[in-house]
């Protein structure tokens, strides 16, 4: 299999370059450049009608494209068969987290993000409630990781979405003071190989800070 991947230095790019990684396909990646409203390039709306970030297209199955992070990991774990268990009750465990991720976590953490760190004005209604709610759904992690190794039991896309937006927590204001188990499964996860290699995609991170700004650094391919 190989894969374009279109991606860019966010939560739900690491999702697919995380995956990809872990499941050791051989990917090119290609930075969106926001700056320059890239996105909304017809060629690129073209693979991704809704304008966004991330997208695959899928080489050896006609150019097939993908969009939508959750939806991305969901088609590399079932058409290789990993990262997601065979069984119809272990599926709906790994899907249920994935969702939690995507119709929780993450909203609810690129609110806080917005308002905390981005908006020009402090709406401090505003902050309250996005961090109060990302730190509520962190702790439903903590109590399922309280008595889990990890969320859906095996190691997952679970697992790998929710560490995704997780583990930038700090950057949303969020402390996760007393969270234990939470952080215990953020540093086995953050700890491995392929998802500290798909965390660096497209941007190391010692080097985000200086290259957020700079232009796009075109396709490249990954091992």
Request: proline share 5%; charged share 25%; glycine share 8%.
């Amino acid at each position: 299999m190989t894969i374009d991947l279109y991606t860019a230095a966010t939560p739900n790019g690491w999702k697919v370059s995380i995956t990809l990684e872990e499941l050791g396909l051989p990917y090119t990646v290609r930075l969106i450049d926001f700056a320059k409203n890239e996105q909304k390039d017809p060629w690129y709306t073209a693979l991704n009608p809704n304008g966004r970030i991330p997208t695959i297209v899928d080489r050896d199955n006609g150019d097939f494209a993908v969009f939508e992070s959750g939806a991305i990991m969901l088609y590399l774990a079932e058409k290789t068969g990993r990262l997601m268990p065979a069984d119809d009750k272990g599926r709906s465990r790994v899907v249920q987290w994935l969702m939690f991720q995507m119709g929780g976590l993450g909203p609810m953490m690129g609110q806080a993000n917005v308002f905390f760190r981005y908006f020009p004005e402090k709406i401090q209604p505003a902050i309250d409630r996005y961090q109060r709610e990302v730190r509520r759904l962190l702790e439903v992690m903590n109590g399922q990781l309280a008595t889990h190794e990890y969320l859906a039991g095996d190691y997952s896309i679970a697992d790998i979405a929710n560490w995704s937006w997780a583990h930038s927590h700090s950057w949303s204001g969020v402390d996760i003071d007393g969270l234990e188990h939470l952080e215990r499964w953020l540093k086995a996860v953050g700890g491995r190989d392929a998802v500290q290699r798909g965390r660096d995609v497209p941007t190391p991170r010692d080097k985000a800070a200086e290259e957020a700004a700079a232009a796009a650094t075109g396709p490249r391919m990954l091992a």
